[in-house]
């Protein structure tokens, strides 16, 4: 794409005035880069992937107060992390940390393991234990 056709359409980018760096061809016939303030094609996806991460993380917090699982998925879906995410950043197996998603189980869980969600998701313990959907 030449660089005068570099999109400048109104994006989640242009409402915090944040442009983009976009490879074009300039008048040269040379690469170079060029601002962009987004596409609408590019928009659309990014709304419907925010919407979406909303909606799992609504899905979470209504399963959490209704007692279905632990804060663990909730504070998983708020921070955009997977199973394997999670895990790495906890260090342990991911059926482990699966499993830490069952009320019965989370309840029982000692302070150490609690300890190294809570510096997961940058919340206190208490936080963790406390939160209830609400």
Known sequence: MKKSEVPQDKSNLSEHNIKEICYAVDDSGNYSTALS???EA???VQKQTIEAINERIEEARQKVQKGEASPILY???LHKMDWQ???GYVDMWQWRVRRHIRPDVFKKMNHRLLSRYA???DISIEELQNYKGE
């Open 37 to 39: 303030s987004g596409w």
């Open 42 to 44: 590019k928009t659309v």
């Open 75 to 77: 504070f998983m879906e």
């Open 85 to 87: 995410i999670l895990s």
């Open 119 to 121: 510096e997961a998701f």
